[in-house]
């Protein structure tokens, strides 16, 4: 045994790694972690601010009768509570997240701070309009982005996410359709479409006619033009498609629904794959949501807040929701209502209140400005280049349904590589996290068995790719060879093994309650 | 371009792996025609850190920050000051880029989070269960309405006069499509006779207390009158931290309720992102939209976290799915729930009585000046005031003076001419008596 100046042991010893309980329950650096509920005491706050009285208070008769039973915590524990929760995640911070379809890239920490500056996050949507024309120039800076990049002529800044970008593109169509008096109802969509396609359809008051993809992967086009006919008021496609290829005879599609009088609802959000090589303008697309979320970094913070503005061809345009922003010799100004509106405009109606997710606007031109046209080509190219390199590094031991030519920003596998060996999908994927990877994207799209789509982005490099690749390859490896152990209950080494979702959604318990009061389910 | 970590040697590489001339083979499948180069984008090239900052830096210094001048707008906003550990701790990595937690072995901070946030939301709220958020209260609101007419399968919406009207518009742009919305009138101060409106074609009524101008509604005769004709009341909150020191509407018989969370943690942003706060019964749950994290344990009988009822939701129902949501607001809960344990009961019930106080002595002082009375007999942080004159002019003549004074009703109803010359104030813990008594002084000037 070694022996520092102190006395104290120095080396690392070899004693045996034992799965020892533990007296706390945690794990060295593995923490477990009560609710908040469950810390905290009566009497105690985080913030201190002053007591005041009124001596009669204005409330209308109206003022709470009861507790509303919150925890007291100081700010320390609060603190503690929260970073010990964050140590349970996986994040794109940490490592490689090859969530097809999701494009978790890069969020820069420059765009962080950029939509910090108090003139920008401390500003209010109903502050006088010559108080705010930095920030009107700033949609308009990023509006300019969004044309000049989709060649697009018109875009709709107000919708909060992808899904709500798709409802204002359909309420678009829609408002064009009854402005011309045509009631079509009809909207077609392929089945490997997003689940978000068919429930905004729905949701605008469409009914959903699913088109089949071929056995390439692609839409069937000819089976696309087939259903068109004079009550069908839009085509909804993904491109590139939810298989990461490229739909070749996009162009024929659009001018087939364009001469059967409907229009083109295109998917954005595997713009990353495209950006500033392609304008879907180009491609004869009518609106199209933009995921500021995806292509443009936006951190996806957990599952939101994202930002989903849509292009607009010329034929729609006019319909834009309310509010509309102006540029005149004044100044820029917010056009909030129908009394006010420039020649032509016809909005449909409003999508929200207020003027749209002015944060991540900030964001997302932060991102623009840094790459650049040049950059942002650069990262489209990149992110297929990577996306093609994993295609082509494991698809002799894994199974890609399409991989004969190359693919787009994502690669598709489907579960062909695991028949017999009694892994499957799930398996495959949950064996991920115990190598420290996030899984891929799996059972998505519906059209290939036991679909694994994997989206790595621009943001690894070659050296991050190939390890990934080694991983990939050796677990498929190890499965065909009956090694079948690692894969047996997966995830093995995480902050939770697998987690029993039947039991969760069978007698739901969605909120903590005090001991003794009963979950109405049980 | 310092965020992108391939080299031209690796891109070399990775294109003789794939056995690819070059690039543009692997964009063999896009037309030809729609392939476009460099000079086709009228747009700059690559800036680094420093120049954008600049850029963007010059863009914000144009905006008067709402921290920078005696400050009153409210009418569905509010600044409210946020601690400093809030967006630390939201600003963590494992956070803040994280995706949906779609794998719950790896993503526990993020469900248990959300679960959290769900029993805050139901708490304070007064309801049972509540979901792991909406885009905004807007939104939210519509959500409500679309779900009181699935559960009713009646047609009809009926809206207060008193809703925000940017809500009662996101309303009738979608639940106008298949049903039918109708608004009752405008009334500054009262409460309107709503209950005269519902039949049983009636979904829902919706409710907003504290209303547009501030008032105080009751929620109670409300309700009974929606539920003996077997509609649902909808009561709509746009300031969450009035629910410190009003009677929730859970208590007063809302069967839904739709609120803005951006009081509380989320900040101004000038209008987005926020985070739409939905909370109802237990018996309605599997018609709620949106996701929800329910409790469960793992295959080693630890208790944990996922997203639970999915089978409402749009990626496995497609279009028979409650909504199209997919994105919700995830990192402004967070927010909002690390706020929300910051104050705690104390500090929370404590923030809520000193609005009013404040707003208290807003009103007092602002009706001490000739002509101004005051329109809202109860209100919470936030109240209307009638002028002798035409509110824009006199907001804008305020705003000379730096002083930004209220949110003047005809912005957000132009069509109401009774509205003209009124102003809608708000006034939280962020005023000082400082702020207060400059406003007073330059309302009695401007008004002089």
Known sequence: MTLNTQGRPSAAGTAEIRELPTISGDRGLDHEEPLIFELGRKGVTGVDLPETQVSQDRLG???????????????????????????????????????????????????????????????????????????????????????????????????????????????????????????????????????????????????????????????????????????????????????????????????????????????????????????????????????????????????????????????????????????????????????????????????????????????????????????????????VLSANYILASLKDVMSAPFGEGPCMHEALFDDTFLEETGVTTLDFAKAMIDEGYHPMTMYFPLVVHGAMLIEPTESESKESLDRFIHVLRTMAEEAKAGRTARFEGAPHLAPRRRLDETRAARAPVLRWKPKGLPHAAE | MRYLPLTPDDRKAMLAKIGARDIDALFRDVPKSAVVSRAAFDLPDTKGELDVERALSHMAAKNVAAGSVPFFCGAGAYRHHVPAAVDHLIQRSEFLTSYTPYQPEIAQGTLQ????????????????????????????????????????????????????????????????????????????????????????????????????????????????????????????????????????????????????????????????????????????????????????????????????????????????ATSNICTNSGLCCLAFTIHLSLLGEEGFTRLARLNHARASRLADRLTKVKGVSLVTPNFFNEFTIGMPRDAQGVADALADRGIVAGVRASRLMPHEPAVKNMLIVAATETNTDEDIDAFGKALAEVLS
């Open chain 2, 113 to 320: 989070y959300l679960f959290e946030f769900q029993t805050q939301v139901a708490l304070i709220t007064g309801m049972e269960v509540a979901n792991a958020s909406l885009y905004d209260g807007s939104t939210a609101t519509l959500e409500a309405v679309l779900m009181a007419q699935r559960i009713t399968r009646r047609p009809k919406a009926i809206l207060s006069g008193g809703l925000h009207p940017h809500y009662a518009e996101t309303v009738e742009t979608v639940a106008g499509l298949s049903g039918t919305v109708r608004r009752a009138p405008v009334t500054p101060g009262k409460a309107e006779d709503i209950a005269s409106l519902i039949d049983d074609q009636t979904a829902c009524v919706v409710v907003q207390s504290p209303d547009v101008f501030g008032l105080i509604r009751d929620l109670k005769p409300v309700a009974d009158a929606a539920h003996a004709k077997g509609a649902l009341l909808i009561a709509v909150v746009t300031e969450i931290v009035s629910l410190g020191l009003l009677e929730p509407p859970g208590a007063q018989g809302a069967d839904i309720v739709a609120a803005e969370g951006q009081s509380i943690g989320v900040g101004l942003n000038f209008g987005g992102p926020y985070v739409g706060l939905f909370a109802t019964r237990e018996k309605f749950v599997r018609q709620m939209p949106g996701r929800l994290s329910g409790e469960t344990v793992d295959a080693a009988g630890k208790r944990g976290y996922v997203l639970t009822l999915s089978t409402r939701e749009q990626h496995i129902r497609r279009e028979k």
């Open chain 1, 61 to 383: 008769g109206q003022k709470r009768k009861a507790p509303i039973g919150l925890p007291g915590l100081s700010e320390p524990e609060v603190i503690r509570h929260y970073v010990r929760l964050s140590r349970m995640n996986y994040a794109i911070d940490s490592g490689l997240y090859p969530l097809g379809s999701c494009t978790m890239k890069h969020n820069p920490r420059l765009n962080e701070k950029m939509a910090r500056l108090p003139g920008f996050a401390d500003v209010h949507p109903l502050q006088p309009q010559k108080t705010i024309q930095g920030a009107l120039e700033l949609i308009s800076e990023l509006m300019r982005w969004l044309t000049v990049l989709t060649g697009m002529p018109a875009v709709a800044m107000s919708p909060k996410a992808g899904a709500h970008g798709e409802l204002c593109g359909m309420l678009t169509i829609r408002a064009a359709l009854e402005a011309r008096g045509d009631r079509r109802k009809r909207v077609l969509v392929p089945s490997s479409a997003h689940g978000t396609n068919p429930a905004t359809a729905a949701m605008a008051g469409f009914t959903v006619d699913e088109v089949p993809p071929k056995g390439d992967g692609h839409v069937d086009d000819e089976a696309l033009k087939a259903k068109l006919g004079p009550d069908v008021a839009a085509i909804m496609l993904t491109n590139p498609n939810t298989c990461g290829l490229f739909e070749p005879h996009i162009k024929e599609m659009a001018d087939a629904v364009h001469k059967a009088g409907g229009y083109f609802y295109c998917d954005g959000a595997n713009f990353n794959a495209i950006a500033g090589r392609v304008r879907p303008g180009d491609l004869g697309v009518d609106a199209m949501h933009i995921n500021l979320h995806k292509t443009f970094s936006t951190p996806h913070g957990g599952g939101g807040p994202g930002a989903g503005p849509v292009v607009l061809s010329k034929a729609l345009a006019p319909f834009a929701p309310l509010p509309l922003l102006v540029h005149d010799e004044k100044g820029f100004r917010l056009i909030e209502d129908r009394g006010d509106l420039p020649e032509g405009a016809k909005p449909f109606g409003r999508m929200c209140a207020f003027h749209g997710q002015m944060g991540m606007f900030v964001r997302a031109l932060a991102y623009m400005l840094s790459h650049g046209a040049d950059g942002i080509r650069q990262a489209s190219e990149d992110a």
